[in-house]
């Protein structure tokens, strides 16, 4: 919802290491969770998202885990590589939208850098 | 196709001017958004469209600034006697009106002297 807290703000893992980045959210009603990532001096771009009717979605080595209980959800990487370095951006849908397009709340995003 | 398209890249202006910044969504596209990031910080919402209206004008940091949509197409911010505290990339991201994906720009980097 309109509060998206996303932890860590640094994250640094060796390459062929796992990843994972958090993110709490504090509307209960909110149900579409994107993550965006952005490569340095380049535009945001969604690599997956997730909505609240389901718990976990997988692309590749990509993935995402919701809880609706505890309101928080996650990227996971797998097998990283160098070129998975960059900010990764959570977001939630904002409180008291109005309209009917998709106005989205994001967290304060985690640098990643996969070191090879 | 075409992505979403921003002008200018880079605007470096002095404290006091007033500027305008724009955003070319990608066709079709009738819900435009307006986003700030400062540096080494998230997305900050500012306003959005839907067609020509925007419902939701609270994100505006002041009355300083405002925006337009003409045609639900282009878009125009304007910020008015910029601040030093106004730098920043100005990104705007559109989608279709009732989707959830938003497709971003590449922003245009604002400096205030």
């Known amino acids: 919802g309109e509060n998206v807290e996303q932890h860590p703000s640094t994250l640094s893992v060796q390459e062929g290491d796992s990843a994972v980045i958090k993110c709490t959210y504090s509307d209960s009603a909110s149900n579409y969770f994107p993550w965006y990532k952005q490569e340095l001096g380049k535009r945001p771009q969604l690599i997956i998202d997730?909505?609240?009717?389901?718990g976990e979605k997988k692309d590749q080595r990509i993935a995402v885990t919701l809880n609706k209980t505890a309101k928080h959800f996650s990227l996971h990487i797998t097998e990283t590589q160098p070129e998975d370095s960059a900010v990764y951006f959570c977001a939630a849908p904002r409180e008291r939208t109005s309209g009917s397009a998709r106005q989205l709340t994001f967290g304060s995003g985690t640098q990643l850098t996969v070191l090879p | 196709g075409a992505g979403v398209s921003q002008s200018p890249s880079n605007k470096v202006t002095e404290k006091g001017k007033d500027v305008e910044l724009r955003c070319d969504p990608i066709?079709?596209?009738?819900?435009l958004y307006w986003y700030r990031q400062s540096l080494g910080q998230g997305l900050e919402f500012l306003i959005y469209f839907q067609g020509n209206s925007a419902p939701d004008k609270s994100g505006l940091p002041s009355d300083r600034f405002s925006a337009e949509r003409t045609g639900g197409s282009v878009s125009t911010l304007t910020i008015q006697r910029t601040q030093q505290e106004d730098s920043a990339v100005y990104l705007c991201?559109?989608?279709?009106?009732?989707?959830?994906?938003?497709?971003f720009g590449p922003g245009t980097r604002l400096t205030v002297l």
């Open positions: 997730i909505r609240s009717n389901v």
């Open positions: 066709s079709g596209h009738t819900a």
């Open positions: 991201a559109s989608s279709w009106g009732g989707s959830d994906t938003q497709y």
